[in-house]
Nanobody
Framework: QVQLVESGGQLVQAGGSLRLSCAAS????????MGWFRQAPGKEREFVAA????????YYADSVKGRFTISRDNAKNTVYLQMNSLKPEDTAVYYC????????????????WGQGTQVTVSS
């Protein structure tokens, strides 16, 4: 069992930066792949980024590639999402998720989810 708590979301101007954190409880965090997803009002949840258990493999949605960076610190049981050059279309609730098997871009493969943190980018 893994509990996930996101933090770091806030209102920011376009072009600005934010770093989201996802703190995990549980002894086996380092064995899980982790992902970030987001959901904007009226839209379906979409993939943002994912990272393998040891950080050796990362995936990004085309819409964030080159602007966002996912990383993890297994000693701190935390995964991060560094978001630069933010755009109004990045406005969404951001969720982190844990996958027992592997990093994927598919929400349905993830076993545990956090409650989300709101990111709002003003133009």
């Amino acid at each position: 069992q893994v509990q996930l708590v996101e933090s770091g979301g806030q209102l920011v101007q376009a072009g600005g930066s934010l770093r989201l954190s996802c703190a995990a409880s549980g002894r086996s965090f380092s064995s899980y792949a982790m992902g970030w997803f987001r959901q904007a009002p009226g839209k379906e949840r979409e993939f943002v980024a994912a990272i393998s258990w040891n950080g050796g493999i990362t995936y990004y949605a085309d819409s964030v590639k080159g602007r966002f960076t996912i990383s993890r610190d297994n000693a701190k049981n935390t995964v991060y999402l560094q978001m630069n050059s933010l755009k109004p279309e990045d406005t969404a609730v951001y969720y982190c998720a844990a996958d027992r098997l592997r990093a994927t871009m598919t929400a349905s493969t993830y076993n545990y989810w956090g409650q989300g943190t709101q990111v709002t980018v003003s133009s």
